[in-house]
């Protein structure tokens, strides 16, 4: 099953949404962020992007919808902000944006031209355009899902490698490049178990690595 979160505050757009999706994949779950939550014009993108990245740490969404224009309170949210918020702190993780000004999210220079889509064209689901827009977003979240358990499983892996043989500094540097490219599909936080070094860390952890050896090395000299 696809689990699809929905940045929309329009019931006859999600109803077109839904409708459109349901035409080409009918097992799908939806989580509605504007219209099943209650949020206060006071920081609403940083408080709404929160709980969608809290969501794709707890693995309950695989992708978001989010149309470009949404209201709240006679204010107007874009989506690409949202966009912005989420992509910064996992940047592989399937996003895309409908409107009918394509050019507008486009436009922006941390917006890709690939993740915004008409909205007439997505909803004409007999066509083919709309087809490839529909192949396009569930491969994505394929994609997405398969990577982000790969480097999991192989960073475990790696740290039972670490546990079981000792500290090496080729298992250190795997470890450090298997968490980069984890982070890219969920947020592992300077606040969790698995930080992340930094290249002095990983430099400093090398060599007193080094010299641990250098030391067995000379004892049994």
Do not use: C
């Not at 969404?61 to 874009?78: H, R």
């Not at 004409?124 to 990577?147: L, V």
């Amino acid at each position: 099953m696809y689990r699809i979160g929905i940045v929309e505050d329009s019931g006859d757009e999600i109803d077109k949404i839904e409708r459109t999706l349901d035409f080409f994949y009918t097992d799908f779950d939806m989580s509605y962020y504007f219209s099943d939550r209650t949020y206060t014009p006071e920081n609403i993108v940083g408080n709404l992007s929160n709980d969608i990245i809290m969501d794709i740490q707890s693995d309950k969404i695989d992708g978001l919808i989010i149309d470009y224009k949404v209201m709240l309170d006679d204010i107007i949210i874009e989506g690409n902000e949202i966009y912005r918020e989420i992509n910064m702190v996992i940047p592989k993780f399937p996003i895309i944006i409908l409107t009918e000004i394509v050019d507008e999210p486009e436009g922006k220079e941390y917006m890709d031209a690939d993740k915004v889509y008409r909205k007439s064209t997505f909803f004409n689901f007999e066509s083919r355009a709309s087809k490839d827009m529909y192949t396009k977003f569930f491969k994505n979240m394929d994609h997405y899902r398969k990577n982000r358990q790969q480097y999991k499983d192989e960073l475990n892996k790696k740290k039972e490698t670490l546990v079981s043989e000792g500290i090496k500094e080729e298992t250190i540097l795997e470890i450090v490049e298997l968490e980069n490219e984890l982070s890219k599909y969920e947020n592992i936080g300077s606040d969790s178990s698995d930080i992340l070094l930094d290249s002095d860390s990983i430099e400093k952890a090398i060599n007193l690595i080094k010299q641990v050896d250098e030391m067995i090395d000379d004892e049994k000299s």
